[in-house]
């Protein structure tokens, strides 16, 4: 029997009341907090009721994880995949999207179907959700991430969305790890970079990042500074910008590697043996471990991601998430981001909250764009935190700078201040008005006085 955490049981629970109005449901939860043992709990209820179930993965690499987390859980399966075995008479099967909607036609019944990393994926994910649909099937997309990395929402495919706690709520219950969040010194100029379709023109940004000797340099140097001995990865821009970080890191004396998706499983399977047993200390990439990723159900070792740098400006939150999922599973230690290209600045911080929404976010100036959330660089450690006065990290004080004040000439008007009529510049009187109404919110005695108080400090006069 699989057993579930709290959390995970009150999901599990929230899936099923949306199952009962809807048939397409988009289950969200954070990465690591184990929708894959959620999903395999569901199946082993689904399929002890006589159903058919396919579990469908993007990537090939996630068929191997999967089978090997089904296996662990007890669950029998089948693949529709290339080069694997296929049968006919399964209740259960793995399925890779891409082989599946070249196999239409000979595809077997089921009537539920479950599509992991479900935001990710475009025309095949669509034949083969629109297939089982006809038919009548249950639909449920895993995602920690609800949105395309367009920004584009899942609202094609899924009627209903349900939540699982948060990143904060995980951390602070010891589901999911702790950090600490660090900037680079060195600030890539991407001003020149064209965007296409809502993230960095690739090649643009491959080719730039392949010349920030400086950067590549500071990740070293900070690997060695904060993270040293750690389990490590590097996201890069391209693949050939992973190989030259991996070679700058051996030319340091710290042992590392390149890994990438056109390795095949057997060339990657003992660099991730001796990564989980510290021969390695680093892994660079660009896009392989970005979905996905687990390194202890890969490896049968009980070991995780300590940390990582990031060397790859992005667009994409739902990328960005993703890659900061991989080091946030649980340890008694926290982890720690290197951010070298200021994503942090785009996206916020790991744990801020976010609102999800099949709409997805705008990548331009509409209601639903996605909301900038401000993080402060510490100059004294290079701590990455909300805005504050000190860094609570090392307990430098910011430098509070004064405010220059801007003489306005303009139109003066008659305004009622309690018993007194005042004049005040015409452009002010609305500024005025809300001082006031803020002042009123906030319980401060005398609002009106406090607003003209602060209006006068504005304009200069005592």
Same mark, same amino acid.
């Given at each position: 029997?699989?057993?579930?955490?709290?959390?995970?049981?009150?999901?599990?629970?929230?899936?099923?009341?949306?199952?009962?109005?809807?048939?397409?449901?988009?289950?969200?939860?954070?990465?690591?907090?184990?929708?894959?043992?959620?999903?395999?709990?569901?199946?082993?209820?689904?399929?002890?009721?006589?159903?058919?179930?396919?579990?469908?993965?993007?990537?090939?690499?996630?068929?191997?994880?999967?089978?090997?987390?089904?296996?662990?859980?007890?669950?029998?399966?089948?693949?529709?995949?290339?080069?694997?075995?296929?049968?006919?008479?399964?209740?259960?099967?793995?399925?890779?999207?891409?082989?599946?909607?070249?196999?239409?036609?000979?595809?077997?019944?089921?009537?539920?179907?479950?599509?992991?990393?479900?935001?990710?994926?475009?025309?095949?994910?669509?034949?083969?959700?629109?297939?089982?649909?006809?038919?009548?099937?249950?639909?449920?997309?895993?995602?920690?991430?609800?949105?395309?990395?367009? !920004?584009?929402? /899942?609202?094609?495919?899924?009627?209903?969305? %349900?939540?699982? #706690? =948060?990143?904060?709520? *995980?951390?602070?219950? &010891?589901?999911?790890?702790?950090?600490?969040?660090?900037?680079?010194?060195?600030?890539?100029?991407?001003?020149?970079?064209?965007?296409?379709?809502?993230?960095?023109?690739?090649?643009?940004?491959?080719?730039?990042?392949?010349?920030?000797?400086?950067?590549?340099?500071?990740?070293?140097?900070?690997?060695?500074?904060?993270?040293?001995?750690?389990?490590?990865?590097?996201?890069?821009?391209?693949?050939?910008?992973?190989?030259?970080?991996?070679?700058?890191?051996?030319?340091?004396?710290?042992?590392?590697?390149?890994?990438?998706?056109?390795?095949?499983?057997?060339?990657?399977?003992?660099?991730?043996?001796?990564?989980?047993?510290?021969?390695?200390?680093?892994?660079?990439?660009?896009?392989?471990?970005?979905? !996905?990723?687990? /390194?202890?159900?890969?490896?049968?070792?009980? %070991?995780?991601? #300590? =940390?990582?740098?990031? *060397?790859?400006?992005? &667009?994409?939150?739902?990328?960005?998430?993703?890659?900061?999922?991989?080091?946030?599973?649980?340890?008694?230690?926290?982890?720690?981001?290197?951010?070298?290209?200021?994503?942090?600045?785009?996206?916020?911080?790991?744990?801020?909250?976010?609102?999800?929404?099949?709409?997805?976010?705008?990548?331009?100036?509409?209601?639903?764009?996605?909301?900038?959330?401000?993080?402060?660089?510490?100059?004294?450690?290079?701590?990455?935190?909300?805005?504050?006065?000190?860094?609570?990290?090392?307990?430098?004080?910011?430098?509070?700078?004064?405010?220059?004040?801007?003489?306005?000439?303009?139109?003066?008007?008659?305004?009622?201040?309690?018993?007194?009529?005042?004049?005040?510049?015409?452009?002010?009187?609305?500024?005025?008005?809300?001082?006031?109404?803020?002042?009123?919110?906030?319980?401060?005695?005398?609002?009106?006085?406090?607003?003209?108080?602060?209006?006068?400090?504005?304009?200069?006069?005592?």
């Amino acid at each position: 029997m699989i057993s579930l955490f709290p959390d995970q049981e009150r999901l599990v629970n929230k899936v099923r009341d949306a199952m009962k109005e809807s048939k397409s449901v988009l289950m969200v939860s954070p990465t690591g907090s184990g929708k894959t043992r959620m999903a395999a709990y569901m199946i082993d209820a689904a399929r002890n009721k006589n159903n058919k179930i396919i579990f469908t993965v993007p990537r090939k690499d996630l068929l191997e994880q999967t089978s090997l987390d089904f296996n662990k859980h007890g669950i029998t399966h089948s693949y529709i995949a290339a080069e694997r075995e296929y049968n006919p008479h399964s209740n259960v099967y793995i399925g890779m999207i891409d082989t599946m909607a070249r196999r239409l036609d000979r595809l077997p019944k089921a009537n539920f179907i479950i599509h992991d990393e479900a935001h990710f994926g475009e025309g095949s994910r669509d034949k083969v959700i629109k297939h089982y649909e006809s038919s009548g099937a249950w639909n449920l997309g895993l995602s920690a991430t609800p949105t395309k990395l367009s !920004g584009k929402g /899942l609202i094609c495919w899924y009627n209903r969305m %349900v939540e699982g #706690e =948060s990143i904060r709520w *995980l951390i602070d219950n &010891k589901r999911l790890s702790a950090y600490t969040y660090y900037m680079g010194k060195t600030k890539p100029d991407l001003s020149h970079i064209d965007t296409v379709a809502g993230e960095y023109n690739r090649g643009q940004l491959s080719d730039y990042m392949e010349h920030q000797g400086a950067i590549v340099g500071d990740c070293v140097s900070d690997y060695r500074k904060r993270c040293m001995g750690r389990l490590h990865i590097v996201r890069c821009a391209s693949i050939k910008h992973s190989q030259m970080v991996a070679e700058s890191f051996r030319s340091a004396g710290i042992p590392a590697r390149h890994v990438d998706g056109e390795m095949s499983n057997a060339e990657r399977k003992p660099v991730f043996m001796a990564f989980a047993r510290r021969e390695l200390l680093v892994l660079t990439f660009s896009d392989l471990l970005n979905f !996905g990723f687990d /390194l202890s159900q890969i490896t049968g070792i009980d %070991v995780c991601i #300590e =940390s990582s740098s990031d *060397l790859k400006p992005s &667009k994409s939150l739902a990328g960005q998430m993703q890659f900061w999922g991989r080091s946030l599973r649980y340890k008694d230690y926290g982890a720690i981001f290197n951010d070298h290209v200021n994503n942090c600045m785009t996206h916020g911080l790991p744990c801020d909250e976010r609102e999800w929404s099949l709409d997805g976010v705008d990548k331009g100036t509409g209601s639903n764009k996605e909301k900038l959330i401000p993080v402060r660089q510490c100059t004294e450690c290079d701590f990455c935190s909300k805005p504050s006065l000190v860094c609570p990290n090392c307990g430098f004080v910011y430098p509070v700078k004064p405010r220059k004040i801007t003489h306005v000439d303009g139109e003066l008007v008659e305004v009622k201040i309690g018993d007194k009529i005042v004049k005040i510049n015409k452009d002010r009187k609305k500024q005025l008005h809300t001082l006031i109404n803020l002042a009123r919110k906030k319980g401060i005695p005398n609002a009106e006085h406090f607003a003209m108080t602060i209006i006068n400090k504005q304009s200069g006069r005592a």
